[in-house]
């Protein structure tokens, strides 16, 4: 990746983060993952007490990059056809017209995803991972950019139905917003007295730009100890005493092209160690499953990931990072 390049990236990443900003208070750190979700053409899925700023979220990603949004509350009733589209009759001519759904979106908020049936959230399944649907045996291509952003609320668990681990495997992230601090929550009253910033957020660059960057930031260099310490990690998770099914390939490869993301918006054309050990966290916890008696001893994803984290050398030839 050459120097003019990273910077473009850099510097549209951050116009996006400071233009997100003027909705989400105190939350840079979150805004910048779920940038490295958009560049890695990757989904996001946010597990939080509802009230956080989701949705908020997704309406500014998608405000931000000039795309077209959707939002799906996810019911019991929601049925395969209700977010594809379907056929309807036209009485006029004596055909079928196809009614699009709110997957053919560019940025899609999907709300409370598991209280969706397993039938439901098996057509986003391959919405998310073939970007494509399927109705009435007739396949469509969604448009490019496609970003699926789902919430769970982790508090109220009655009329759920668990995400399978096949459609975890999907979301390139797994992110929580928080609270906000006190001094957060008086700049929030302030801001939001008036009017919303939401209703005059503007473009900060378009979705035929978005698909340029997205394809710099596969560009990014990634030195081969870097890339061992990806793997060691992925080899460590499989083998941690307290994990009962470690990370996947897919996962190696999601924990990858995320460190570029991550790097081409700081600025750099290669990647380090430190971008590993930030991302892993938000890479892996959705796709690890802990053994049942860890939760006994009082473990849960957070305790484990950082033991398999802290237990693989860090690689320490800085000059090694920079392609020569």
């Known amino acids: ?35 490295v979700a958009v560049l890695s053409e990757g989904h996001l899925l946010i597990q939080d007490v509802p009230g956080t700023g989701k949705t908020a979220l997704a309406k500014a ?23 594809t589209g379907t056929y309807v009759y036209n009485q006029q001519d004596s055909s079928f017209v196809f009614r699009p759904g709110p997957l053919m979106a560019q940025v899609v908020l999907v709300d409370e995803i598991n209280r969706a049936t397993p ?28 970003l699926v952003i789902a919430t769970q609320n982790p508090v109220e668990l009655e009329g759920t139905f668990p995400l399978p681990e096949a459609q975890l495997d999907r979301f390139l992230m797994q992110i929580t917003m928080g609270y906000p601090s006190q001094d957060e929550d008086k700049i929030i009253l302030r ?27 596969r560009k990014v260099h990634v030195a081969e100890p870097v890339e061992d310490y990806i793997i060691n ?3 460590a998770s499989r083998s941690h005493p307290m ?43 959705h796709r690890i499953i ?29 000059t090694a990072w920079v392609r020569t």
């Open 290 to 318: 802990p053994k049942a008696q860890s939760h006994l001893r009082g473990a849960n994803i957070k305790d484990i990931l950082r033991d398999v984290v802290n237990s693989v050398p860090v690689p320490v030839e800085e």
């Open 119 to 146: 039938r439901t959230q098996s057509a986003l399944l391959e919405a998310m991972q073939e970007a494509q649907v399927t109705v009435e045996g007739e396949t469509m291509t969604l448009a490019r950019p496609f």
């Open 233 to 235: 990690i992925i080899h």
């Open 61 to 83: 990603i998608a405000r931000s990059l000039d795309c077209t949004f959707r939002r799906i509350q996810g019911t019991p009733d929601l049925l395969p056809s209700d977010i």
């Open 191 to 217: 801001r939001f007295r008036d009017n919303d910033p939401m209703d005059s957020l503007q473009p900060i660059a378009g979705s035929t730009q978005l698909l340029e960057l997205q394809k710099l930031v």
């Open 243 to 285: 994990v009962d099914l470690g990370a996947s390939p897919r996962a190696m490869l999601a924990l990858y092209r995320t460190i570029q993301a991550l790097a081409a918006i700081r600025g750099r054309t290669y990647a380090i160690p430190d971008d590993v050990k930030a991302l892993a966290p938000f890479v892996l916890s």
């Open 1 to 35: 990746m050459l120097p003019h390049e990273v910077a473009r990236v850099s510097e549209v990443a951050n116009r996006l983060l400071e233009n997100i900003e003027r909705v989400m208070v105190g939350k840079g750190d979150v805004v910048t993952l779920a940038l």
